[in-house]
């Protein structure tokens, strides 16, 4: 999905939560939603990212189970909710009232199939795993530090060789 004109909403403020922000602010995202549990966590990056990038960017504190407004485009979880051994887990979000066709993307990697993603497939939503997510990261290094496009199918069934999924 191309984010230009987008609006998201990043679930979180650690590191990931920031660099996927900023990524999505240079990128041209129209409306960008930083939802996270600790205000004073979320208020701080999102003067960081607004100084830096100019980009529309606000914050929501993040109390109970948090329902995605329907003009939201783009739903990324940044936390480690669900993130292995905890793979029960579910950040607390209530998708009824999501767009059809609103992209969740998860970056927990392991497992791939988080509760948000079986949640959003459900609702019929198009989803992003965190282990594709992952994968993509080291293909764009490999390509900046080679020049040469790495063969993406060996680099994900690696990845899930190396945490006991294949």
């Not at 996927?20 to 999102?46: F, K, Q, Y």
């Not at 988080?114 to 992952?134: E, F, K, Q, Y």
């Not at 690696?158 to 006991?164: S, V, Y």
Request: avoid cysteine; charge should be neutral; hydrophobic fraction near 50%.
């Amino acid at each position: 999905m191309d984010p230009r004109g987008k609006r998201a909403a990043v679930l979180g403020a650690g590191g990931a939560a920031r660099a996927i922000a900023t990524e999505l602010a240079l990128a041209g995202a129209s409306d960008l939603l930083i939802v996270n549990r600790s205000r004073e966590r979320g208020e701080t990056m999102v003067r960081d990212i607004a100084a830096r990038t100019g980009a529309p960017i606000r914050f929501q504190e993040w109390l109970g189970n948090w329902r995605v407004p329907s003009e939201v485009d783009l739903l990324v979880n940044a936390t480690s909710i669900g993130l292995y051994p905890a793979v029960d887990a579910m950040p607390p979000v209530d998708l009824g009232e999501a767009a059809a066709g609103m992209l969740v993307a998860d970056a927990v990697f392991n497992p791939p199939e988080t509760r948000l993603l079986s949640a959003a497939r459900r609702r019929g939503l198009p989803v992003l795993d965190g282990l594709s997510m992952l994968v993509y990261q080291g293909v764009i290094g490999f390509q900046l530090w080679t020049r040469q496009d790495p063969p993406e199918q060996v680099m994900k069934q690696a990845l899930r060789h190396a945490l006991g999924l294949a």
